[in-house]
C-alpha cells in the first residue's frame, strides 16, 4: 500500500476539509502536524530514502529528535488538500541533531511544512512530557474564538471562566481550562516557545486576535477540543450583553463532581 492510502493521509485531508468548510481556514490559514510512530512508518518506507532535507530555523527538543510528522505545508490551502495531498502534505523525520528535517513523501512542488512547525514542535514536546500519547498539534482561525478573544482581557482564568459560564459542555471538555496568549508576530520562535509553555499545563492555547492551538491524542481529541471552544465562543458573542441566565458556580461544581474532574483552580469559587 502506498503512504498516499494510508489511514493518515485520510485522516488530515478529512478533517482539514472539514475546518474550510466550517470557515475557519480562510486561503492558506491553519496547520496540522501529526506525530507517526516508527513502526507504521517502517510500514511505507522500509529503506528511509530521504527526498532532501530542510531547516528547522531552531534546536528542537530531544523528545521530537528522530520522530516523524505528516505536517501541513506552509502557504497551502487547506481546501486543497484532499485533492493534491502529495503537494499540500509532507511527512518529515525530524534529525538526529534537531537542526532540520529529512523530507521522506511529499512537498512536491519544492515546497515545505507550515510556518508555524516552531510552534508545532514545540508544543509536541511540551505534551509529550505531561502525556506520551499526544500525537496532534492542530492551529485554526475560528471566527467566534478570535471575536471572543478580542473582547475580553488576555487572561486564562477570564477566558476559562467565560467558557464556562456559556457552556456546560465546556469545562466536561477541557476541565484544565485554556491558556491564552497575547498578540505576537506568528511564525516565529518566540511565539512557539509561549505556546509551548502554556501546552505544559493546557490542550489549548488561544493566540489572541489570531487564532487557536488544540492538542490531541487523536485527529478527533483535537479537532473536538477545538470545535467546543469555537461553539461556546459563538453562544457567548451572540448573548454578549444579554445573558440573564449565565451557568451557575454550583452547575459547574456539580459537572465537576459528576465526571470527577480536576478542574482548574481558581476559576470558580468554591
Ligand atoms: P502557514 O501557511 O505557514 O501554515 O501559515 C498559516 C497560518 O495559519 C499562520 O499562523
Ligand atoms: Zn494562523
Same mark, same amino acid.
Given at each position: 500500500m502506498k503512504f498516499i492510502d494510508s489511514k493518515f493521509v485520510k485522516e488530515i485531508s478529512e478533517i482539514t476539509n472539514n475546518m474550510y468548510h466550517q470557515g475557519?481556514?480562510?486561503?492558506?490559514?491553519g496547520n496540522i502536524s501529526y506525530m507517526i510512530d516508527e513502526e507504521y512508518v517502517k510500514e511505507y &518506507?522500509?529503506? @528511509?530514502?530521504?527526498?532532501r532535507n530542510i531547516d528547522l530555523g531552531f534546536e528542537a527538543d530531544e523528545i521530537v529528535r528522530e520522530k516523524y510528522f505528516l505536517v501541513t505545508g506552509t502557504g497551502k490551502y487547506f481546501k486543497n488538500i484532499i485533492a493534491d495531498p502529495e503537494t499540500n502534505l509532507g511527512l518529515v523525520k525530524i534529525a538526529k541533531d534537531g537542526k532540520k528535517a529529512h523530507l521522506?513523501?511529499? &512537498?512536491?512542488? @519544492?515546497g515545505r511544512f507550515t510556518s508555524e512547525f516552531p510552534a508545532h514542535l514545540m508544543s509536541h514536546a511540551a505534551r509529550l512530557k505531561v502525556n506520551p500519547s499526544n500525537r496532534v498539534i492542530m492551529h485554526t482561525h475560528p471566527t467566534y474564538t478570535i471575536c471572543m478573544g478580542a473582547c475580553i482581557p488576555v487572561d486564562d482564568i477570564v477566558f476559562t471562566r467565560k467558557l464556562w459560564k456559556s457552556n456546560t459542555e465546556a469545562v466536561v471538555v477541557f476541565p484544565e481550562g485554556i491558556g491564552v496568549l497575547p498578540c505576537m508576530v506568528c511564525g516565529t520562535n518566540e511565539i512557539g516557545e509561549a505556546t509551548a509553555k502554556k501546552m505544559e499545563e493546557y490542550r489549548l492555547v488561544s493566540w489572541t486576535n489570531h487564532g487557536i492551538y488544540g492538542a490531541g491524542n487523536t485527529i478527533d481529541e483535537a479537532f473536538g477540543l477545538i470545535e467546543t471552544v469555537e461553539k461556546t465562543a459563538e453562544i457567548y458573542m451572540i448573548t454578549l450583553g444579554h445573558v440573564i441566565n449565565e451557568i451557575p458556580d454550583e452547575v459547574i461544581l456539580g459537572l465537576a463532581r459528576l465526571w470527577k474532574l480536576r478542574i482548574k483552580p481558581g476559576v470558580i469559587d468554591e
Open positions: 475557519w481556514d480562510e486561503r492558506n490559514g &518506507f522500509p529503506r @528511509e530514502d530521504f527526498i521522506l513523501w511529499g &512537498f512536491k512542488d @519544492e
